[in-house]
């Protein structure tokens, strides 16, 4: 079974700026849930969906926000880019209904930079 | 707000068994305890999952005493090859769907 896919692997933007990023999950599983990841603050919860709905948010402002389509796939989108925004966002999936108790499988991530 | 601790780093020699605590003080009644490993330029994968007492699977054991506001992964033997940064993961709050990972320990394995 092929992993969890994430488009682009990297990506460089400017202040002000918007970012669309994509999650396609493992066959099969139907929760999706993003992090962020920085040196300063290690892997912060972004939010999760399941079956096109968003279940659950982070501490997050409004200017991230993400989607979850009928076939799984998931975006998440950074509107009015800050220089604190640059980090690695990380996709993870997982099979069953309630993340907090699922394994879940990441993928590599894609290194955002804001210049 | 719920938060997990861990140490920040840790050494160990090739062989030896490592032992890395996590602190959640304000987990869930029905969350569950869970340890991933993380590489340079990959995303966590998963080692371990618990609820309570002791899981033990071909990688590594977790222990969790009766209160739940700690755990315990242990990893036996280690090689260099498990030199990498590890990460406990649980809900938080009555909710238990707010996701806190742990500070992240870095452990190095040495020759």
Not at chain 1, 7 to 20: A, E, N, S
């Amino acid at each position: 079974k092929a992993g969890v896919t994430q488009t682009p692997r990297y990506l460089i933007k400017t202040r002000g700026q918007q970012v669309t990023l994509s999650c396609s999950p493992i066959s099969g599983h139907r929760s999706v849930s993003w992090y962020q990841q920085t040196p300063g603050q290690g892997l912060q919860f972004l939010f999760e969906y399941f079956s096109e709905t968003q279940r659950n948010k982070g501490n997050f402002p409004g200017r991230f926000s993400g989607r979850q389509f009928s076939n799984s796939r998931s975006e998440m989108n950074v509107s009015t880019l800050e220089l604190g925004d640059s980090a690695l966002y990380l996709c993870a999936s997982s099979p069953g209904t309630i993340v907090s108790t699922d394994t879940q499988y990441f993928g590599p991530g894609t290194r955002l930079t804001v210049l | 707000l719920a938060k997990t601790t861990q140490p920040i780093s840790m050494d160990s020699y090739e062989g030896q068994e490592v032992n890395i605590t996590c602190s959640h003080n304000n987990i869930a009644t029905n969350d569950y305890i869970t340890w991933y490993q993380q590489f340079p330029s990959q995303g966590p994968r998963f080692i371990i999952q618990g609820y309570k007492t002791k899981v033990t699977n071909e990688v590594a054991s977790l222990f969790i005493p009766a209160d739940r506001k700690s755990s315990t992964l242990s990893l036996p033997r280690v090689s260099l090859s498990d030199t990498a940064v590890y990460y406990c993961l649980v809900g938080e709050g009555t909710g238990a769907n707010n996701l806190f990972f742990g500070t992240g320990t870095r452990l190095t394995v040495i020759p």
